[in-house]
């Protein structure tokens, strides 16, 4: 199978690569992408793959070759600095979970869960069934597995052929796992969605307003203070970057 982005909405920020694309247009993708029974990831860009993709050159090809590259609220900000406003923001994690998950209801798609700890996907699970009873949950499983299971999860996953494959490992470990399997799993759609099983599950309050202007790490810091070193090095690295940019481009 061949990767083939969709170069109509393909541009970039910084040189990394993003898709402008809006939310309506995400989900007629995904409904064709189901209806005609082709296979495809999606993946996300943010400040935190971009850092990754520095450090990880698989991340970067993993990117690079998705069929979409959904723009989080990091990139829509610094296009809208750079006066390249996007179509929409909000194109990442538990809003376009929950869009897709509103599809599946819709249609009567299928669905497959993958990560998080056991506690969390029951609930997410139960959420799920309570909340969009024509999705079909096919099957779930927690993050937690070694090297050596990987060949029987997958197995696991493309007998029961979902429609959209949801999987929640965090980053570079989804991505990672996505890359090296996505032709095998035969999933529709695949989409690594990070923390948003937690939220979905209601063990985590959902971002505020205010942060969907670049500050949800600011939030997240609040509720979980061990992340806020994470989050400087990666804001550090964002700023690195973003001011690197505007220097160049003002020496022109």
Request: glycine share 6%; with cysteine.
């Amino acid at each position: 199978m061949q990767y083939i982005a969709m170069s109509e909405f393909r541009t970039n920020f910084l040189g990394y690569p993003v898709d402008n694309i809006n939310l309506d247009e995400l989900l007629d993708f995904a409904k064709e992408t189901i209806t005609v029974d082709e296979y495809h990831y999606l993946a996300v860009q943010n400040a935190n793959k971009m850092y990754l993709s520095e450090k990880h050159a698989q991340v970067r090809q993993f990117i690079e070759r998705a069929k979409i590259i959904l723009p989080e609220n990091a990139i829509n900000m610094g296009m809208r600095v750079l006066r390249k406003p996007l179509k929409q923001r909000n194109m990442g994690g538990v809003h376009v979970m929950e869009a897709l998950l509103e599809l599946a209801h819709a249609e009567h798609f299928s669905i497959s869960l993958f990560g998080a700890q056991q506690n969390e996907l029951n609930s997410l699970v139960q959420n799920i069934q309570q909340k969009y009873p024509n999705i079909a949950v096919k099957s779930h499983r927690n993050g937690y597995f070694g090297l050596e299971e990987e060949p029987l999860i997958v197995e696991q996953i493309r007998a029961c052929r979902p429609n959209i494959l949801f999987i929640g490992l965090g980053s570079p470990k989804q991505e990672l796992f996505i890359d090296k399997y996505w032709q095998e799993l035969q999933a529709n759609i695949i989409i690594g969605v990070g923390g948003s099983f937690k939220v979905l599950a209601g063990l985590e309050s959902p971002a505020p307003a205010w942060s969907k202007y670049g500050l949800e790490w600011l939030y997240r810091s609040w509720q979980d203070p061990k992340k806020l070193k994470r989050y400087f090095v990666i804001n550090s690295f964002y700023l690195y970057k973003f001011t690197k940019y505007l220097l160049t481009q003002k020496s022109r």
